[in-house]
């Protein structure tokens, strides 16, 4: 049974960051202006220069993280496994759901450059982890796992659409 949770858990991670990724997409084509899509475009290419810089200056957070989980003690894993991606899931999803509820283009700009930063970090994350983990042992997934499911749940909860016919 171990290896199929292993699996799914796989599965559901790159659908996380597949739909992050689409997201992204999403909130650069549906405006109509063309030089909007272009500063919104080169938002999330910041975003990821961001991050590609801080890994040149030899900052990866995803394998500190990664080695805390599976080696380290108890607290570190509910610490930086658990507790941890879970608020960075809360607030970065709740952020970008005030954002979108706002139509502002400087707040959609700025979700899209740290929404870039946080799936570039969050697929760093799992390609360290995927290659850690063992058929039989989950604790390297469990930083992405608990993001993911942080985030869907805000989404699940709290997200109301404003039109109540879209509800059919």
Known sequence: MGPFFILLSHAVTVLGIVALGYGAYLAIVTTKSIPERIVRGLALTAGTFAYLAAKALGISLPSLIVQSVEGGKWYSLIFLGAIIPSLAGFFLIRYVMACMMKHDAIAIRVMLMISALVLVMFGDVYIVA???????????????????????????????????????
């Open 130 to 168: 995927a290659g850690e983990a063992k058929l039989d042992d989950m604790r390297p997934l469990l930083p992405n796992v608990t993001f993911l499911l942080t985030m869907m749940c805000y989404i699940v909860f709290e997200y109301r659409p404003k039109d109540p016919d879209s509800l059919e």
